[in-house]
Structure formats: C-alpha cells, structure tokens
C-alpha cells in the first residue's frame, strides 16, 4: 500500500504545496482544513481520487476538532508515514491595542497549542510501529523579535522549542521530528506584507526542499539556505545593532488595518 501524507492547512499555499509534493511522490494524502470545498475541488482539478485522498473537516484552534480528525484519519487509511503540522496564522499586533491581546491569544491557540494537538492522535502509533516523521513548519521569524510581529514570531520560536523538546521525548522510538524554517514563500499570508522580501520562493519551490528534508528525516532545516545564512547573522548579532537593523522596517498588517 501506498504510504500516507497527513497534512494541515492544506487548502492553500504551504500546505496544498506540500500536498502535491507528496502525491506526486506517490503518497496517499490525509488533507485537514477549514475548508474542505477548496480542498475537494483542489483535488478534483488534478485528478486525484478518492482512493488517493480524503479530506478532514478541521479547525487546528480547537483542540478536540483537530484530534478527532487525527482519530479518524487513522481508523479510515492508518497511521501516516508523514503528519506535518502546516496550519498557521500570522497577524500584527500593537500590544497598546486591548483587541490584540486576544489576536495574540488566537495566534498562539493555532500555531502552537494547534500544532501539538495535530501531532497528538498520531504519537502512540508510531511509536508503537517504531518509525514515522512529525513535522512542524516555524519560521525565520522565531530567532529574532520583529516589532510589529510579537504574536508571530513569539509563536514560530515556540513551535522550534517544541518540536526540539519532542524530538528528545521520541528519540529512542524510531519517530524523527523534523522542524523546517520556511524564509519567504509566495502566498496569501505574505502577499500583504509591507517590506521587503529577499529570496522569495514559489511554494513548489519550497515544497520540493521541504520533502526533501522530510524524507531525509533532518531535525531542523532553514529554507531556502540562503536565508539560513541571514538567521546564523540575527542569531549573533548583538542586540543593539540588530535593533538599529530593523528600526523604520514595514510591520506586519494588524487586523484592524
């Protein structure tokens, strides 16, 4: 049998990227969003049939909704050989603003608490098979705090924090944890964005990199590497010139914007 993809947010750029990757390679896909039309008819449009794909109804903020959907994943195709935890949000917050205080509750509610409970239904069986690869997707924005990106980049650097405390906690199960830091890709989350964007990819382009990595089972991988270069820089530069770098950048639209 084919082995099988299981996929957040898959209903546009990243994920539905990272979805045709893996068809392409010759997975079975598990496909969890929101919106599951856009999915089916995704689907549909590349000839990809109900023995190939089956879409989950999901809403990774809510806990209980993305576990049932890991559940009945499992008990309709089995246990993945992939689960990458794709779904995300990235809105601005000014932390003077009362309403953005809960956009920053939000934000954390999906990137963070909603990536842990993607991996959750899928844990006990694979490390009871003894292999399989959980993926978190971060960013480049989880190793220094861009003003104007509190909620963001504070919920990319927990979801590296994480996934490294969880791939400790599987080591010894033949379950790899991989985190992959994707820099600019073109999609709806980044086509808003008032700065520059140097080394922008094509979401095909970041998801033939990514798969890659997945397969290869690598901890932790910054894409595309020019921009790991650029985070090895941030990480080391002190703080006083990495404040004056960034002084006058564009900040990340707010909701209310």
Request: hydrophobic share 45%; glycine share 12%.
């Amino acid at each position: 049998m084919k082995p099988l993809a299981f996929v957040t947010g898959a209903s546009s750029g990243i994920g539905q990227a990272l979805a045709a990757r893996f068809h392409e390679a010759g997975y079975r896909l598990a496909l969890a969003a929101r919106r599951t039309g856009e999915i089916e008819a995704w689907a549909a449009s590349r000839g990809i049939g109900a023995a190939d794909v089956q879409v989950y109804g999901a809403d990774v903020a809510q806990i209980d909704s993305i576990v049932a959907a890991g559940a009945a994943c499992i008990e309709r195709q089995g246990v993945p050989e992939v689960v990458i935890a794709n779904a995300g949000i990235s809105v601005g917050i000014d932390t003077e603003d009362r309403g953005d205080l809960d956009v920053l509750a939000e934000t954390l509610a999906i990137n963070n608490v909603g990536l842990a409970a993607t991996f959750h239904p899928f844990v006990a069986a694979m490390r009871a098979r003894g292999r399989g690869r959980l993926v978190g997707i971060a960013s480049v924005a989880a190793i220094r705090g861009l003003p104007g990106h509190g909620a963001y980049c504070a919920s990319k650097a927990g979801v590296v924090a994480y996934c490294e405390s969880l791939r400790g906690e599987l080591r010894a199960s033949g379950v790899k944890v991989v985190t992959l830091l994707p820099g600019y890709v073109d999609t709806p989350l980044t086509r808003g964005n008032r700065y520059g964007m140097p080394f922008l990819l094509q979401p095909e382009t970041f998801a033939d990199r990514a798969f890659l990595a997945i397969e290869a089972g690598v901890s932790y991988r910054v894409i595309p590497w020019q921009m790991g270069v650029v985070v090895k820089l941030m990480r080391v530069l002190p703080n006083p010139l990495f404040d004056l770098a960034v002084q006058g950048r564009g900040r990340k639209k707010r909701r209310t914007e």
